[in-house]
């Protein structure tokens, strides 16, 4: 069952602005993952942020965690055309499950 | 270029034919994974090998059925497959089933079910 919702659903930036999406989850993780997909591909790993974790930067990316509201974020900063992509949150809850559950996605355009 | 190989890209077969999808890595890992995306949806999980052993099954139907011949290869064997089961084929490995280890992911085979 899907446990992640993302916020939005498609979002339409121009080149330069910054671009933020949300994620937000139902039950405890461990550990919280932002994948990149661009169309026809398979899904590029970009961060992994830990339960005991803020926030944690890469590149032009900002993620941040919030457990006690069970939320994330991941900002994009200065995007370019090249980040148009479908943006996946994926966590692995606490427990005894330890598979990657995606959430709902965010499909972002970067206009040129 | 990604580092997990899928073959083939496009996959199209009968309701009655047997096929099957081809992944492979040589980055040392040691789990490696089978996913499921319909268009415009994020992946389902469908199996997970460890160290060879099918570790979790998605209670996928039997119509799917893995196979990891050795650490680097994960096979996904297809019979008598139904029109809803039309999607895009992920493989993924990592570098064990640990829950802090990022998955690396092929390009899929899109699979067409007439």
């Known amino acids: 069952s899907q446990q992640g919702e993302e916020d939005p659903q498609a979002l339409s930036i121009q080149e330069g602005e910054n671009a933020t999406m949300n994620c937000s989850y139902k039950?405890?993780?461990?550990?919280l993952q932002w994948y990149r997909q661009n169309s026809g591909r398979g899904l590029v790993h970009l961060i992994l942020?830990?339960?005991?974790?803020r926030e944690k930067h890469s590149g032009r990316l900002r993620v941040t965690l919030d457990t006690s509201k069970k939320s994330s974020s991941l900002l994009i900063t200065a995007s370019r055309a090249a980040d148009t992509a479908s943006y996946f949150c994926?966590?692995?809850?606490?427990?005894?499950?330890?598979?990657?559950?995606f959430g709902s996605g965010t499909q972002l355009t970067v206009l040129p | 270029d990604t580092e997990v190989t899928q073959t083939p890209k496009h996959l199209v077969m009968g309701m009655t034919n047997k096929k099957s999808l081809k992944c492979e890595q040589h980055?040392?890992?040691?789990?490696m994974y089978w996913y499921k995306q319909k268009a415009k949806k994020p992946p389902e999980l469908m199996f997970v090998?460890?160290?060879?052993?099918?570790?979790i099954n998605e209670s996928v139907p039997s119509r799917f059925s893995p196979e990891c011949p050795n650490s680097s290869l994960l096979n996904l064997h297809l019979h008598a497959l139904q029109p809803e089961d039309s999607a895009l084929y992920l493989c993924?490995?990592?570098?064990?089933?640990?829950?802090?280890?990022?998955?690396?992911f092929g390009d899929g085979t899109r699979l067409s079910i007439l």
């Open positions: 039950t405890s993780i461990n550990n």
């Open positions: 980055m040392g890992h040691r789990a």
């Open positions: 090998y460890s160290y060879e052993k099918l570790s």
């Open positions: 994926a966590m692995i809850s606490s427990g005894s499950a330890r598979q990657l559950t």
């Open positions: 942020i830990r339960s005991n974790e």
């Open positions: 993924a490995s990592s570098q064990s089933s640990g829950i802090h280890q990022p998955q690396h």
